[in-house]
């Protein structure tokens, strides 16, 4: 599915990341974990095509994707969604999917625009204000129904459950769960909550300071003590 070699990212004098090498499996849930600052989100960035690493590759289905524009990278199957919802203003949403659906496949099919909202319990107010009429979790659902929409075989879901109250986060574990099984897709998802991260992925990467310090079962992970270390010593900002 997706193998990072050697993925370098630096901005002047700051190395954002350093060597980032692992493989994401075909429909495999995996956890991305680490201190603030530690460069989860620019690993993103760099997978989606928002930033340019400075060193490595990212082979993703035997293709080098590293030097395609974000638009291209949709096309082959990766979609994310973004830590702050980001609904197009003004447009319903319905209409939120139509794009995204477009800018992914070249095309809108209404069928799968239905069974988007169907699936993400949207369809109630699929013609509504996509900015004014949602709460906090269906604009969750939204941003995820968007990177749906491209028709993914990667999905990077970046902190989809913060902000969220115990009951809204247990529901959309739920959908998640259920999304990974229905659409056969790979999930790679940036999650605080330890407890969510252990019930959800089967297998979680830890991030400290730009550097991959642990890759295994939440067990073997949250138990390592240079990963209790990076969390109890202090913040990265």
Partial sequence: MLTLNNITVQFGGLIALKGVTFTIRDEEVLGLVGPNGAGKTTLFNVISGLTRPTGGEAIFNKINILNSPMHKRARVGIGRTFQIPQPLQELTVRQNLQVAQRFGTGKVNQDKIEEILNFLHLEDKADRDAVSSLSLSELKALEVGKALATEPQLLLLDEVLAGLETASKRAFMKTLSELNSKYRISILIIEHD????????????????????????????????EVIKSYTGGAHD
């Fill in 194 to 225: 330890i407890e969510t991260i252990s019930n959800m992925c089967p297998r979680v990467c830890v991030l400290n300071y730009g550097q991959i310090i642990a890759d295994g079962t939440p067990k073997e992970v949250f138990s390592d003590p």
